[in-house]
T-cell receptor
C-alpha cells in the first residue's frame, strides 16, 4: 500500500501557483519523497525528489516540513499543460528490487 | 522524452493467448522495472530486472514473466491472458534512484 495521502483533486487558475500537499506521517529516516506526474495516457514523468531540505529545479519546488511528515509540491506558474495526475511517493534509495508504490495521486486541473 | 521506448503501442489479444511486450531502456541504464496500470488506478509494480537478473517482484502470478538482455532492453511476457489483464503496461529504466518511464503499451484482452 502507498505510504502517502493526497487529496483526490485540485483546481488552479493558469498563471497562478499550484500547491499540492502530501502527507507521509510514517516516513522512515532514510526514505526520500519523490514526485511524479502523469499526463493522460502517457507514462509517469519524474519531477523532483528530496530528503529533508527544500529542493528546486526547473519544473517545481519541493517543501518538506521539519518533522518530514508532510510535503508540498509547488508549480510556481501553472499552465494548461500542467493538468495531470500528481503522485507523491516515499522510497528508500539504493535498495535492489524496490519499486515505486503509487497511490491514486491528485488530479490537478489547470484552467484559463 | 525520456529515451525509453516501448512496443507495440497498442494491441488486442483474446483471452487465453500469450503476449510479449518490449522495452528499450535509456542508454546506460542497467535496471528496468515493469508496471501495470488499470484504468483509473496508479501503476502497480510487476517486477524489476537488474543486469539480466530479476531482483524484485510485486504481487503478480507466475504467468507474468520477463527477460532482460545484455543491452539492458527487456521483455514482459504474459501467458494465459485474462480479461483483467487489460491495462496500460509501463516500463521504466533507471541507473540510480530516479526511474524514467516509457509511453506504455495499451493491451486489450477480449
Amino acid at each position: 500500500d502507498a505510504k502517502t495521502t493526497q487529496p483526490p483533486s485540485m483546481d488552479c487558475a493558469e498563471g497562478r501557483a499550484a500547491n499540492l500537499p502530501c502527507n507521509h506521517s510514517t516516513i522512515s529516516g532514510n526514505e526520500y519523497v519523490y514526485w511524479y506526474r502523469q499526463i493522460h495516457s502517457q507514462g509517469p514523468q519524474y519531477i523532483i525528489h528530496g530528503l529533508k531540505n527544500n529542493e528546486t529545479n526547473e519544473m517545481a519546488s519541493l517543501i518538506i516540513t521539519e518533522d518530514r511528515k508532510s510535503s508540498t509540491l509547488i508549480l510556481p506558474h501553472a499552465t494548461l499543460r500542467d493538468t495531470a495526475v500528481y503522485y507523491c511517493i516515499v522510497r528508500a534509495p539504493n535498495q535492489a528490487g524496490t519499486a515505486l508504490i503509487f497511490g491514486k495521486g491528485t488530479t490537478l486541473s489547470v484552467s484559463s | 522524452e525520456t529515451g525509453v521506448t516501448q512496443s507495440p503501442t497498442h494491441l488486442i489479444k483474446t483471452r487465453g493467448q500469450q503476449v510479449t511486450l518490449r522495452c528499450s531502456s535509456q542508454s546506460g541504464h542497467n535496471t528496468v522495472s515493469w508496471y501495470q496500470q488499470a484504468l483509473g488506478q496508479g501503476p502497480q509494480f510487476i517486477f524489476q530486472y537488474y543486469r539480466e537478473e530479476e531482483n524484485g517482484r510485486g504481487n503478480f502470478p507466475p504467468r507474468f514473466s520477463g527477460l532482460q538482455f545484455p543491452n539492458y532492453s527487456s521483455e514482459l511476457n504474459v501467458n494465459a491472458l485474462e480479461l483483467d489483464d487489460s491495462a496500460l503496461y509501463l516500463c521504466a529504466s533507471s541507473l540510480t534512484n530516479e526511474q524514467y518511464f516509457g509511453p506504455g503499451t495499451r493491451l486489450t484482452v477480449t
